[in-house]
DNA sequence: CTGAAAGCGCTAACAG
DNA sequence: CTGTTAGCGCTTTCAG
């Protein structure tokens, strides 16, 4: 029954066909008030018969929204399809904007100025109502950027000084846990392989490793790589060539560790036997290697699904609640700022081969 | 020298500031007749000084078109992650669009049927300019969908019976490249694990796969699964178990490749000694496991990037060309069609060692 | 509770 | 070549 001519249906079209003005439609379809219930089941139902939807630009231009939050992913193309990190990250934001109807816009730069860029011009034009914000490094332009030009933006990670309300996860105690197994098993020295030294959490997890490691009473021994498996084979060939040589290395994240792995058993050293590895994110990956490989494995798509919510829920008090304006009382806005924290879904270390039983040979 | 001010910066302003009308600002932004080259310069630079961009839903609601394209993922959320597949598309098609200035909307979607309301509701909201379909199923219900919708897409694979401008690889001179390397190295009794089988491309690699095998005088086997490690591990078993074990198998995804690998070395069997293995889409998983596995390389961005850009171009002409009016001289229109395709970058073979030298022992 | 009308920011067709 | 003006489709005050 749907007209198929050229012509765009609009608001003025279910007005008609419900025999009321387009003021009572708008008002009918956003819940508000001042419409007879009756007229609003009419025209709901006309509407749907119609298959109206409101136009999109023409809705953002009145109420200044836009319906869609923005994912600017700043990482060298070439390393973002390794990891399945981020496919699971936008997955989960994903589920979650979809379900409230938010459309997600994604775009993909080398660099975080490049980011900053794309965070400007998408204020300019009004495109996005809020953005989220991954992969946050030391002194990263971003946040600083979000907040003068006052776009609503969630943090994935990074710390409490970005000022940005952040979905925090629990890499010191996951980090903790994974020394302490290590320990457990008899291991004395114990390495890091770690992903770029920019990234405020692979810094977060280097010291969270060390201060652990150093608290059991083992020796931690740190090596940073851009996350490549070639930047990890190169530091796993380091750290085996040392003159104390670690027994367990603890790879930042699945590629490494199984090309790490590739390294060690290169070298005629046995998994988990002579040396034990584990990996940080788990994936297909850790499982399909032999010996398969111990894992930190983190909820990522859970993850992407509570920031996507916080960006929402931010988007919706901005609607209402204060000016979100940058301005004195640091401290009171500080406050506010980590009481809208929210923590990511628990991380666990998921025990492999890779780790098992079989103690170390110490030397 | 920024207003910071609340409010938005209009094209007002800018014509206020350049001492001409809004017209002209836009003309001359536009890059449309009707200024001076001298006040068209003053614009530019005013507004580039003031940091100007056209608001993008006023622009949207003036000239009938989003500056966004859409792309909606049909799969199960949870096989989404594991292949690199999905996120090297996505890559090359941004890294095209963003060329352009285009924005990129995604979505995921369990089904075709979910996929189709997804354009529904987008033409409805007028939220897209066009689409990017990917994994065409048997039946599928979008493109007919897209037909009658007028909704410009280009679809990445799939028939010519789609009526869509296509971007087509080259599945089976690959197909065929693959078996002839098989066949060479003296197999006899080669199988492929091949995906979903409600996908075209899927069903298109298995016939061209018989059809090569057949024709070089070898015996082929199938096993459908649906991509994941876990079907590849079952089909492998199965594929073991057989009277006549084949000496070579096919697996359709990286991830099976390696979940196979790991099959066939506890069976006892070794690569490529007793048993050769391919993947098709190479990955750094291909080169990580040992031996390294042969696989069918695509240049997945190039593919996205190309698609995204005859989208573009469909986009442009459909500025100034023809309707595209679903009618009567189906022939003509098909011829249309046809020529309207694009190849996708060719796919090559990387031989390594999972399939290299050493003749398999045929039995 | 309902209908008319102004305006969101821009483009494009119109007179000057 | 320039300035004025009427929409694009919706929301939302403002009279009725």
């Known amino acids: 029954m749907t007209t198929r001519a050229g012509r765009r249906l609009t608001i003025a079209d279910v007005a008609r066909a419900a025999g009321v003005s387009t003021g009572a439609v708008s008002y009918a379809l956003n819940g508000k008030p001042g419409v ?35 994912l600017v992913l700043a990482r060298p193309a070439s390393t973002l399809g390794d990891e399945s990190f981020y496919m699971q990250l936008i ?14 816009l994604l ?31 030391h002194d990263d332009p971003r946040p600083a950027f979000l907040r003068e030009a006052g776009l609503p933006a969630v943090a994935m990670g990074g710390d409490a000084a970005l000022g940005l309300p952040r979905v925090v996860g629990d890499d010191e105690r996951a980090v903790q846990q994974v020394v302490a197994h290590l320990a457990e098993l008899g291991h004395r020295h114990v390495a890091r392989v770690s992903g ?40 796993t060939e380091r750290l085996l060539q040392r003159r104390v040589r670690p027994t367990a290395v603890v790879y930042d ?46 909820d990522i798509r859970g993850l992407g699904a509570l920031a996507a919510r916080r960006l929402l829920r931010l988007l919706a008090e901005g609607d209402s609640g204060a000016d979100a304006g940058a301005g004195a009382g640091d401290e009171a806005e500080a406050q506010v700022a980590a009481a809208a924290d929210v923590p990511a879904p628990a991380s666990r270390l998921v025990v492999r081969e890779s780790t098992s039983a079989s103690p170390p040979e110490t030397r």
Request: aromatic share 4%; charged share 20%.
């Open 91 to 104: 997955t989960g934001i994903e589920a979650e904007l979809a379900q409230q109807g938010t459309g997600l």
């Open 253 to 298: 994240n699945d590629v490494m560790a199984v090309a790490g792995l590739a390294v060690v058993q290169a070298h005629g050293l046995r998994v988990p036997q002579e040396v034990a590895l584990v990996a940080w994110d788990d994936s297909a990956l850790c499982s399909l290697v032999h010996p398969r490989l111990t894992a930190v494995a983190r």
């Open 36 to 70: 007879s219930e009756a007229t609003r089941a009419r025209v709901i139902q006309v509407a749907g018969e119609l298959g109206w939807r409101p136009h999109s630009a023409a809705r953002s231009l009145s109420v200044a929204r836009t319906g869609t939050v923005g």
């Open 107 to 137: 775009q993909m730069v080398p660099s975080e100025d490049a980011c900053v860029e794309v965070y400007r011009r998408w204020v300019a034009q009004g495109r996005v109502d809020g953005v989220l914000v991954s992969d946050i490094v």
């Open 196 to 235: 770029l030294p920019g990234l405020l959490h692979v810094r977060l997890r280097d010291e969270a490793f060390t201060a652990a490691a150093r608290s059991a009473g083992l020796h931690p021994q740190l090596v940073s790589t851009d996350f490549t498996a070639r930047a990890s084979r190169r530091a």
